[in-house]
Nanobody, 114 residues
């Protein structure tokens, strides 16, 4: 199973920026898809952004133009640059990797104050 270590969450004022990082290890398979999901209190976990091994990206509409996902295939890392943060972006953000099966990180808290 893939081991995922996330970093970069925290508290920021609305309009600010944060960068999340996730490092994957332990998989003998290709990391076909890497990405981020989030879960706000009382809500279901939702996709934020994903990126394939070839670099194709996908974003939820609410973050388009504000968040940018990228990956380094040589280091098995995925980054999420979050700009123009809004209070509604407050959630626990989970790193996600798809090989032969999905794997999830432990989550990192992002809090955006108004």
């Amino acid at each position: 199973q893939v081991h995922l270590v996330e970093s970069g969450g925290g508290l920021v004022q609305a309009g600010g920026s944060l960068r999340l990082s996730c490092a994957a290890s332990g998989s003998p398979f290709r990391l076909n898809v890497m990405g981020w999901y989030r879960q706000a209190p009382g809500k279901q976990r939702e996709l934020v952004a994903t990126i394939t091994i070839s670099g194709k990206t996908n974003y939820v509409d609410s973050v388009k133009g504000r968040f940018t996902i990228s990956r380094d295939n040589t280091k098995n890392t995925v980054l999420l640059q979050m700009n123009s943060l809004k209070p509604e972006d407050t959630a626990v953000y989970y790193c996600y990797v798809l090989t032969s099966m999905p794997s999830w990180g432990q989550g990192t808290q992002v809090t955006v104050s108004s």
